[in-house]
């Protein structure tokens, strides 16, 4: 059990939440004086009301956010008021825009205001009804022609333009998380689309500058984000995870859902070939029903065929981002799906490009707990790292205090709106009859 009191008093504490398909994982903790995770609390438990990402069940999925909040409330030592959220699923979708502003000053220096100002108009795109924006990424801009500008804060120049990749996703699902949470008696920071959150997990600076693709294999989904010149470049959302394998394990094997996840984590391989001992295993049968035997190498080969079809839809979305010989990186691995045995050997065989499994590790101080080491906290600890830096910005003290200001304006204005149909109603009441009548 960790001392929260002595070992932190001043920092503030954030917490993350990861809403998934198979599970539901909350997580606490701050920076500690030499940039590092300290993580104080941590919470996970399976997720049932969630389908592809997407919450379809808000009573199962209000309990196991519930669970999972206490048990991390409990290990940290801390009430929680706020929480920073993921969000993905098949409806996030992302397209490419321009934007340009004429500056009225050409003597100034461009600055942050100039590049907040464009970014801000971004959001005022007109989308397909029932669709939000979640993300504006600038990518590179262009002053006065000049081309291929990372950073034009401190130029001269009358025409600012950018190209922006933009992520969409659904007003419902954004939502129905967002009402989750708040019947757990919390409140939504922000929502940040979970594959960027895995990203931040798990990829160092230098390989975003060098191009690389992760994949983050989840229950539901598979994300991908591709990054090139340290700036994300292409995002997307494939509908299967890993439990259209175990779908198939069950449908391959004749077994219940249960015994077919055992079989994948237990005895499951991405690669028929590396099953040298092929051994048989013995599945209890149904109910006085004799047993069932299956070879090892058999369920590699059901394995290997969902995981290769898989593939071929990451492959299909690195040709189209254009990044496809611009991966110096090659591709990490990362999420639940990622510690199936042998899958960045059939990666590599299958693409072309270069895998390894990435571990959240990155950015944690010394002496984290041993189960943190694991893919499955990706997305979890690249939430927390999120809000820590939304925290330490200021981006969301400015956004509720904006939000009061506004809300206490709203009151001013109703006010002074009540006060003087009041003082009209009174007047009209105590105006003497008209002697005509």
Not at 1 to 6: G, K
Not at 256 to 271: C, M, N, P, R, V
Request: proline share 2%.
């Amino acid at each position: 059990m960790i001392d929260f009191n002595s070992q932190k008093q001043h920092q503030e504490v954030v917490v993350a939440l990861d809403i998934g398909t198979t599970k539901v994982c909350a997580i606490a903790g701050y920076k500690n004086e030499h940039g590092k995770l300290e993580v104080l609390g941590l919470g996970k438990v399976n997720s049932e009301g969630v389908m592809r990402g997407v919450v379809t069940n808000i009573e199962k999925t209000v309990r196991a956010i519930s669970e999972a909040l206490e048990a991390a409330e409990r290990a940290a030592g801390v009430k929680f008021k706020t929480v920073h959220v993921g969000i993905a699923g098949q409806h996030v979708k992302s397209l490419q825009h321009r934007g340009m502003l004429t500056r009225d000053n050409n003597h100034t220096e461009i600055s942050q205001r100039d590049i907040d100002k464009l970014i801000s108009d971004m959001y005022k795109l007109v989308l397909p009804p029932g669709d939000k924006i979640l993300h504006v990424i600038p990518q590179e801009y262009t002053v006065d022609n000049e081309q291929g500008i990372i950073d034009p804060i401190g130029m001269s120049g009358v025409r600012l333009e950018a190209n922006f990749h933009i992520i969409t996703g659904q007003i419902t699902a954004s939502q129905n998380i967002q009402k989750c949470v708040e019947r757990t008696g919390l409140n939504v920071a922000n929502l940040v689309l979970e594959p960027i959150a895995s990203a931040a997990a798990v990829l160092s600076e230098e390989e975003k500058e060098a191009g690389i693709a992760l994949v983050d294999m989840g229950g539901g989904t598979t994300d991908i984000t591709i990054f090139h010149d340290g700036i994300i470049r292409h995002t997307a959302v494939i509908p299967f995870g890993g439990g259209v394998i175990t779908k198939d394990i069950k449908e391959g094997c004749m077994v219940i859902d249960q015994q077919a996840e055992k079989l994948k984590i237990k005895f499951g391989s991405a690669l028929a070939e590396e099953v040298y001992d092929n051994r048989t295993i013995s599945i209890r049968g149904l109910k006085g029903r004799d047993a069932k035997e299956i070879s090892e190498k058999n369920l590699a080969r059901i394995i290997q065929a969902r995981v290769e079809e898989i593939l071929d839809y990451v492959v299909w979305e690195i040709r189209r981002s254009g990044f496809e010989k611009k991966l110096i990186g090659g591709i990490v691995l990362t999420g639940g799906g990622s510690l199936l045995n042998h899958l960045d050997k059939l990666t590599a065989y299958h693409t072309g490009i270069a895998a390894r499994i990435g571990i959240p590790i990155e950015h944690l101080a010394h002496g984290y707990a041993e189960q943190l080491s694991s893919p499955v906290f990706s997305t979890a600890i690249g939430l927390l790292l999120k809000g820590i830096g939304d925290v330490e910005e200021g981006k969301i003290r400015l956004e509720e205090s904006a939000k009061e200001q506004h809300e206490t304006a709203l009151e001013k204005v109703e006010g002074k709106w009540l006060e003087k149909f009041f003082k009209k109603t009174k007047e009209w009441f105590e105006t003497e009859p008209d002697s005509g009548f």
